[in-house]
């Protein structure tokens, strides 16, 4: 289990505050989906994804980067148990869609860069190093099927 102080639970909710799901989870997912074309692979359903334009104009590409940030907002209310949390969903994403776990981190990196340029000198870092603990148990928690 981890351990979160007060105030990295505060920085973290913080940050979500702060978040606009629709423009945030698009961007992300996005530049996941640009900068590391690979992962294209997993979303085979989504359409053209042929190009940057293209997946910033995916209506599928910008629903699911809702759907990654609503993920993440069920293991802020949930920190204290991330792990369990998030079972049934490392079990889909390792079981059914064979997704690499590595991209993840991925994802999460670049959502950690749409956030450090939205929130700019908001995004200190004691911020950062809570978000990025707090990515670093999702992933693991997301991760854990594979083990």
Known sequence: MVA???EERAAIQGVFAKLDYESVG???LTRCLVVYPWTRRYFGGFGNLFNAEAIMANPNVAAHGVVVLQGLEKALKNMDDIKNTYASLSELHSLKL???PGNFQLLGDCLTVVIAT???T????YI???????LSVVVSALSRQYH
Not at 122 to 125: K, S
């Open 4 to 6: 979160w102080t007060d």
């Open 26 to 28: 698009l961007e992300s």
């Open 98 to 100: 064979q997704v690499d």
């Open 118 to 120: 939205r929130l700019r």
């Open 122 to 125: 908001e995004f200190t870092p």
């Open 128 to 134: 950062q190093a809570a978000w990025q603990k707090f």
